[in-house]
Nanobody, 124 residues
Framework: QVQLVESGGGSVQAGGSLRLSCAYS????????MGWFRQVPGKVREAVAG????????YYVDDVKGRFTISRDNIKNFLYLQMNSLKSEDTGMYYC?????????????????WGQGTQVTVSS
C-alpha cells in the first residue's frame, strides 16, 4: 500500500521559515516522481515543486524560486520542502504527491497518490 503522510505545517509570520516533511512507503524497484502541491479554498490545486526518483529537481513554480527547496531522502523515505522568506500568498494546504512513472509532470492529474495535507498559514 502506498502511503504518504505530511507534517511540519503551522502558522508563521511573513519572512519566517517552515520545513514540510512527507513520509512515504518503500516500494522497491519502482521508478517514481514526487512533488509538493498547494491549494487554497476556491482555487485549483497547483504544483509547487517536483523531484525525480534520483533527487533531480524537475520544477519550481515561479513565485517560490529562490525561496523554497525540495529534496528527498530515499534511505529514510522522506520528501522535504524547505520554505524560507514566506509570504502571505504562500498560505494554503500543502500536499505531498507521488506518481510511478518516468517523465515527471507538474500536473496534479498525473499524480496517482496523495497525502492528507498539512496547513501552512503565513500572516503579514
Amino acid at each position: 500500500q502506498v502511503q504518504l503522510v505530511e507534517s511540519g505545517g503551522g502558522s508563521v509570520q511573513a519572512g519566517g521559515s517552515l520545513r514540510l516533511s512527507c513520509a512515504y512507503s518503500d516500494v522497491p524497484f519502482r521508478i517514481d516522481c514526487m512533488g509538493w502541491f498547494r491549494q487554497v479554498p476556491g482555487k485549483v490545486r497547483e504544483a509547487v515543486a517536483g523531484v525525480t526518483n534520483g533527487g533531480v529537481v524537475t520544477y519550481y513554480v515561479d513565485d517560490v524560486k529562490g525561496r523554497f527547496t525540495i529534496s528527498r531522502d530515499n534511505i529514510k523515505n522522506f520528501l522535504y520542502l524547505q520554505m524560507n522568506s514566506l509570504k502571505s500568498e504562500d498560505t494554503g494546504m500543502y500536499y505531498c504527491a507521488r506518481a510511478f512513472r518516468t517523465g515527471c509532470s507538474s500536473k496534479p492529474d498525473n499524480m496517482g497518490f496523495w497525502g492528507q495535507g498539512t496547513q501552512v498559514t503565513v500572516s503579514s
